[in-house]
């Protein structure tokens, strides 16, 4: 199984991302966590360099490097999943639907792209306000932080994209166990035979 969790930067989706994992592992079931942009790799570092302003490449350039990132972690996912683990995704091929079509890309292309690439058996959203994003980073932000109208129109991308099937809305402005409990649940639900 694959779970992917999205959001808004600050949303709390590495924090979850760790702690469902951790969860699973306690309850028995191997799990692994993967995070993107994945910063150990060539492309993660070209990433990082254009986040921090060392590099200037339009959207699609960007959204073509994150997806490239994905793919170089490809093998690794269909490895784990074919060996009957569950991957935990901190952010996955949603992120670059909703950073793109923020960007005004193209969703159809931004999907189409990423088509090859281990589908997502469950996406949470830890949808919060773009305001409480900056509110809980206010230093030390990259170029997608600082944007508060972009944020905006990420957070109308991932909630248009939350009606799909196979995708659960988790409000994040709460206490973080109470978030973990919920996601937790929704999982059990999942997981439960019929």
């Known amino acids: 199984m694959l779970i992917a969790i999205e959001g808004l930067d600050q949303s709390g989706k590495a924090t979850q991302a760790q702690l469902l994992r951790d969860e699973l592992r306690e309850g028995g079931t191997r799990a692994r966590l993967v995070s993107f942009p994945d910063y150990g790799t060539s492309i993660g570092e ?16 960007m959204q073509l490097l994150y997806i490239a990132n994905r793919y170089e972690r490809k093998a690794d996912l269909e490895r784990w999943l074919d060996g009957g683990l569950v991957v935990v995704c901190d952010r996955y091929v949603a992120s670059s639907v909703a950073y793109g079509e923020a960007q005004g890309l193209d969703v159809d292309w931004l999907t189409q792209t990423q088509r090859f690439l281990p589908a997502s058996d ?9 305001e409480l994003a900056v509110e809980r980073k206010a230093t030390g932000r990259d170029r997608y932080e600082r944007d ?3 944020l905006s129109r990420v957070r109308e991308s991932y909630l248009r994209q939350v009606e799909q099937a196979g995708w659960v809305r988790v409000d994040g402005d709460r206490d973080k166990a109470d978030v973990t409990a919920e996601i937790m649940a929704i999982l059990g639900e999942r997981l439960s035979p019929a």
Not at 46 to 61: F, H, K, M, T
Not at 122 to 130: E, G, K, Q, R, V
């Open 122 to 130: 469950l996406t949470i959203l830890l949808d919060i306000a773009p």
């Open 148 to 150: 508060l109208a972009l």
């Open 46 to 61: 070209e990433i990082a360099r254009a986040l921090q302003g060392e590099r200037d490449y339009g959207p699609e350039v």
